[in-house]
């Protein structure tokens, strides 16, 4: 039976759907079946692979609610498509994201006391890299806080494993370079929607940099490029070597 379209439109409004799409689904969904995969890849026990899946969820969570949270008033400036805009209350997502933050930090140290480090300073060099300054995500170093972010990945799994005490080993180097120029790529990729918007508002950030010398449509294939090199250069050493230096 199909819904009819009212219905659907009113599901879309309700807060739980509201939540869903401030929290980025596409992005939430994709790093937590990358990073899960990794763990069930790795060996891990089957309770450890659930509990990294949890906890990069809830992770994800807390960026995509802090990211609409920081930019609701540039949001409805712009009149994006946003859940803050079409009517979700700033004080139910700041409620959601609060919740998400005191459930994270206990999923977070169960993976290990230095791998829940890891991953907590990840989400909140993240969160940090959404604030809205002319140096960092206005400007040239906007890509370090996704370099950084991401660079951690691999210490969080490679450190993990189950209970607070849980001790792993260093993760590579070498794979930790290539989590971090991804976590770059994927800047640039989902950066490519705004940039007008994000031009108007007079940012001189990477993206905007690199598209206004190859232009948008370049600029989008060649990140599409360069996240398949790089995924599959992960790929390649993480089979090759492991998580482990």
């Known amino acids: 039976m199909t819904l009819p379209t009212s219905a659907i439109r009113w599901l879309g409004g309700t807060t739980p759907a509201l939540l869903v799409r401030a929290a980025h689904p596409r992005q939430a969904l994709l790093t937590t079946i990358a990073l899960t995969a990794a763990a ?8 450890e692979v659930a509990l990294v899946a949890a906890t990069v969820l809830v992770g994800q969570l807390v960026l995509g609610w802090n990211n609409d949270l920081v930019d609701a008033s540039a949001d409805h400036d712009h009149q994006r498509i946003k859940p803050i805009v079409d009517g979700l209350p700033a004080s139910t997502l700041s409620f959601a994201l609060t919740c998400a933050v005191l459930l994270l930090i206990p999923l977070s140290v169960n993976n290990g006391l230095m791998a829940g480090a890891c991953y907590l300073v990840s989400v909140a ?16 170093l906007s890509w370090l806080p996704w370099a950084i972010s991401f660079g951690l990945y691999p210490a969080f799994l490679s450190y993990g494993g189950w209970g607070g005490r849980a001790t792993g080993d260093a993760p590579s180097i070498t794979l930790t370079v290539l989590c971090a120029l ?23 950030y990477l993206p905007l940099w690199l598209a206004r010398r190859t232009g948008a449509t370049p600029l989008l294939l060649g990140s599409i490029v360069y996240l398949g090199v790089v995924g599959a250069a992960i790929a390649v050493v993480a089979e090759q070597s492991g998580l482990a230096a």
């Open 40 to 47: 069930s890849l790795s060996g891990r026990a089957g309770r």
């Open 125 to 140: 060099v993240g969160a940090l890299g959404t604030l809205r300054n002319r140096l960092v995500r206005q400007g040239p």
């Open 182 to 204: 991804l976590g770059v790529g994927v800047h640039v990729f989902t950066a490519l929607w705004g940039l007008v918007a994000d031009d108007a508002d007079g940012w001189h």
